[in-house]
């Protein structure tokens, strides 16, 4: 977990976090991180031995606050499991609609990381994008499909590739053609109930609250 009880890390994390997001993690320097937080660079350095470390933290802080709210989005849904997969790429684009809305913070650092697969960021963003994988696989099994891990590869796919569509033409209604996208093949491979549905955000809520999203 994310060590975020002592305040001077966490202004220095808030700190990294609005600007790694609004500005990408190359074209921020930890000076301006420091000036940010309102810091000294030494302090920074006394929390996070370096930019890589302060990299990593960044992605880890954002891993169960961003799957609290898909577990959200997806709870506050009304009806069968295929509407409330469809409403997590509504409520994203919503999102994306806004005017600081910059994208995925987990496939931006990846893209700006490509040539290094072993920082520890890359393993951080991959085992979030694992996490919600499982997640959505253990909801799809609840509702009747014979192929809950495929299924659910294929839904996160349509996901990140309108991520990534998103950042290219700036225009929302790309993940809402995915979403409709999932929606139809949850529908065409499973036998979802609103019982089933009910059932599903039970087991949503425990595997966000064991950090297993």
């Keep these: ?36 937080a309102q810091l000294t660079k030494r302090t920074l350095y006394y929390h996070f031995k370096s930019k890589d470390d302060l990299i990593a933290a960044y992605l ?23 509407d409330r997969v469809e409403a997590i790429f509504i409520q994203l684009a919503k999102a994306a609609r806004h005017r600081k809305w910059k994208g995925c913070g987990f ?35 609840i509702a009747g499909s014979n192929e809950p891990s495929l299924l659910a590869r294929q839904i996160v796919l349509l996901m990140d590739g309108a991520f990534s569509v998103m ?25 979802s109930t609103n019982n089933d549905s009910a059932q599903a955000s039970g087991s949503m809520a425990r595997s966000i609250s064991s950090g297993s999203r």
């Design 167 to 191: 950042l290219v033409h700036r225009d929302a209604s790309y993940v809402e053609a995915a979403g409709a996208a999932a929606k139809a093949l949850v529908n065409a491979r499973c036998t």
């Design 60 to 82: 880890e802080a954002r891993d169960q606050p961003n799957l609290v709210l898909f577990a959200k989005w997806f709870n506050e849904a009304n009806g069968t499991i295929a």
């Design 107 to 141: 496939l931006r650092t990846a893209a700006e990381l490509a040539n290094m697969p072993g920082h520890p960021a890359i393993k951080i963003g991959s085992a979030h994008k694992k996490k919600f994988e499982a997640w959505l696989a253990g909801i799809l099994d």
């Design 1 to 36: 977990m994310p060590k975020t009880s002592d305040p001077t890390r966490e202004r220095i994390l808030d700190a990294a976090n609005r600007l790694f997001y609004a500005e990408g993690i190359r074209a921020v320097s930890v000076d301006a991180i420091a000036e940010t």
